[in-house]
């Protein structure tokens, strides 16, 4: 029964939601037929409103897969930069085909390579970072993010409810384990946090959104 009410509710918030334009309906049909992860569309959606609020000048994107959140954000900036991290050749050399196609070309960087590695060497600070790589690296992602996120900064983060494992602690596999419990560990450090202020919002595959403090 919850089930299918939740199926309901994400018709009905998906059928709120402005129509795709033609580079966003290929990428995400490209994506389906090659088994690429993509943003939600109403987590899209969010992602578009949340970067018009901040307005940010400097973005990092940690995940790019073909470039649909990067495209949603770039499209939403109206000054800057996102500089977006992608590990594998095939995808990043996708994104930037779509990029091109988006004419959003100017508006990002696009880097091929491990962001454990890359994100450390960043010199310039950032106003927002979507999270959105390897679910069980986010800690590590966040701990090294936290020097390069400016104070006031916004940190959004996709997939942290795991299909809902981490809720009830219910993954269908064993390899899943630790992933899920990494997850559940992330999301709880911020209940009493001094320096970021969490709200984890349940659309899509659930998003946290988190700003920095400014002192
Ligand atoms: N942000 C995209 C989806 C990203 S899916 C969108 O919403 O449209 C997650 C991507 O992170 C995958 O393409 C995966 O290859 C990449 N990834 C995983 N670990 C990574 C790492 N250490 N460094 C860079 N990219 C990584
Ligand atoms: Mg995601």
């Not at 990067?70 to 050399?93: D, F, K, P, S």
Request: contains cysteine; proline residues 3%; aromatic residues 6%.
């Amino acid at each position: 029964m919850k089930d299918v009410l939740d199926f309901d509710l994400q018709l009905f918030l998906r059928s709120l939601l402005p129509a795709d334009d033609e580079v966003l309906q290929n990428m995400r049909s490209y994506a389906e037929a090659h088994h690429v992860p993509v943003v939600d569309p109403e987590v899209a959606n969010l992602l578009g409103l949340l970067t018009r609020i901040a307005q940010p000048e400097q973005v990092l994107e940690i995940g790019t897969a073909i470039g649909c959140s990067t495209i949603c954000m770039a499209r939403a900036m109206q000054r800057g930069c996102i500089t977006t991290i992608e590990l594998q050749e095939e995808r990043h050399i996708r994104a930037l085909e779509y990029f091109r196609q988006a004419g959003v070309t100017e508006r990002v960087h696009a880097i091929l390579g491990d962001a454990r590695v890359l994100v450390p060497q960043l010199e310039q600070q950032y106003d927002m970072i979507f999270m959105d790589a390897a679910k069980g690296q986010y800690q590590e992602f966040l701990s090294v993010a936290d020097r390069i996120l400016n104070q006031g900064g916004l940190l959004v983060v996709d997939n942290v409810l795991l299909n809902g494992w981490v809720v009830n602690l219910n993954y269908p596999r064993h390899r899943q384990k630790t992933m899920v419990y990494r997850m559940k560990a992330f999301l709880e450090q911020f209940k009493e946090n001094n320096i970021y202020q969490c709200s984890v919002v349940p659309l899509g595959d659930g998003v946290a959104i988190i700003r920095k403090s400014e002192a």
